[in-house]
């Protein structure tokens, strides 16, 4: 016996909207983004805000910084201020690099060398240094011995401590394979409480995503606050917006990239700012990153453009460091820094941080004015010395550090003070002064305390300094 079952006429039109609503579900599950990405072009096309006032674009470029030896690092030393030579910014600052560094085939010696080494490019105002951690199968305490370690190596060489009187650990964190909070199915990671982790360590903000797949968040092109669940993987898939008059909220702010749908030819993908050699800096991505508008919600007129890379990549140095990248910094100061339509800032992570935690706060103008606005600049952007040291305190009349060095080591400074007092167990000392800064050599007696003094601390304004030293370069 033969059954047939004949569907109502009227079925076959849900055929199609089951079929969408199956598809869209798959692509939930292994690509959360997908949805809340077109949602959110949609709103965006729909609700585009308006203001009279000029647009200020926070230009922001993270570096996923693995160097595999000391060649790859030499060529970005020796070739990023080649490449951004005569590039600037409303402000008269070139392109600013922030380098998330993590050394693995490098020890200790080695690592401090590489950060100090990158740090002269701190020194010079091309950017500065924050943290990136590949690891695997941790438990907290082996996260926290880990992380600790990695701190402590760039504090000798002045990263990712602050010069004030008082230093403390503050840092902008990418986690590698873009695993943060054990999101990757348990590999790349093991903890499901990084999100609190990194708040105790001194982290100031997450910069790793936009994504892809299962580590992607559902939310896009946003700036947020997220609560960590230590049961549960993946705590920062949700949370609360930043928002002007509003304030810190659950352990650690996620500043999201622009997340948007692009084309490469007729293809369409989700581009979410990563620069290769096969992703190119092109006018029609530049321009819809820029549209994408990430901002902090009551702020539209600041928006923030977040890109990344591997820049050590073999294959994405010459693109990185070459006439693409130059090509990009054009076509965005000849399209968005007339200063009445467009304004543009280049910012390091830390600057992006400050001015979105000014925005929080309500504060309103030129942004530049709130680069430093709560995480104060770092030692090596104040300072730059040739062996390890503990950094003490930093003012603007004095600056004090231990020397981490042998007896009779010789050793090296600059600062940007042209007039100094050096005081502490030392020999042999020299100073050179010139246009602002000093070259101070020394003969160590040891580890110890060496203080150095400003002579004429009110000959200029340091702020005023850097932007001014840009120009002029």
Not at 135 to 162: C, F, Y
Request: charged share 25%; glycine share 8%.
């Amino acid at each position: 016996m033969r059954i047939y079952f004949k569907l109502p006429r009227s079925s076959l039109f849900l055929l199609p909207l089951i079929l969408i609503v199956v598809f869209f579900i798959l692509q939930d599950r292994r690509n959360p983004w997908f949805i809340p990405t077109l949602l959110d072009h949609a709103h965006r096309n729909r609700h585009r805000p308006l203001t009279e006032e000029p647009i200020h674009i926070l230009f922001t470029f993270v570096d996923h910084f693995e160097p595999p030896n000391r060649g790859a690092l030499d060529r970005w030393i020796e070739g990023y201020p080649r490449m951004v030579q005569g590039i600037r910014d409303s402000c008269g600052l070139p392109p600013r690099h922030t380098w998330f560094w993590f050394f693995p085939l490098a020890n200790e010696q080695e690592v401090f060398e590489y950060l100090r080494d990158l740090g002269n490019l701190v020194y010079q105002g091309f950017g500065e240094i924050e943290f990136h951690f590949h690891h695997e199968d941790d438990t907290p305490e082996s996260w926290d011995n880990k992380v600790n370690s990695l701190l402590e190596q760039s504090h000798r060489a002045g990263a990712m401590i602050t010069a004030e009187t008082r230093p403390t650990t503050r840092f902008a964190f990418i986690h590698g394979l873009w695993a943060l909070d054990n999101s990757r199915g348990g590999k790349g990671c093991g903890v499901n409480n990084e999100l609190l982790l990194l708040n105790r360590a001194g982290c100031y903000a997450d910069f790793t995503h936009p994504s892809w797949g299962m580590m992607q968040p559902r939310t896009v092109n946003r700036f947020y606050y997220v609560k960590d669940d230590p049961d549960k993987p993946k705590s920062y898939d949700r949370g609360v917006p930043m928002r002007v008059g509003g304030e810190e909220e659950g352990d650690l702010l996620l500043m999201l990239g622009p997340s948007c749908l692009g084309w490469r030819g007729i293809q369409p993908f989700f581009d979410t700012g990563d620069i290769t050699s096969s992703l190119l800096p092109t006018p029609s991505r530049i321009d819809s990153w820029i549209r994408t508008g990430v901002h902090v919600k009551g702020r539209p007129n600041w928006v923030f453009v977040r890109l990344h890379t591997h820049g050590t990549s073999p294959k994405d140095q010459e693109t990185l460091l070459g006439p693409w990248l130059r090509q990009m910094h054009r076509y965005l100061g000849n399209n968005y820094n007339d200063g009445d339509r467009y304004v543009l800032h280049y910012v390091t992570a830390r600057e992006a941080y400050n001015i979105a935690k000014a925005a929080e706060s309500g504060k309103t103008g030129d942004p530049q004015e709130y680069r430093d606005y709560l995480v104060p600049r770092p030692f090596n952007s104040r300072l730059m010395v040739s062996c390890p040291y503990q950094p003490i305190s930093a003012t603007e009349e004095e600056i004090q550090i231990r020397l981490l060095c042998s007896p009779g080591e010789i050793v090296t400074l600059q600062i940007r003070w042209d007039n100094i007092q050096v005081v502490g167990d030392v020999q042999n000392v020299s100073v050179i002064s010139m246009q602002g800064d000093s070259r101070v050599s020394l003969q160590s007696s040891g580890p110890g305390i060496l203080t150095l003094r400003n002579q004429r601390h009110d000959s200029y304004d340091e702020g005023d300094f850097c932007c001014n030293r840009s120009q002029n370069e």
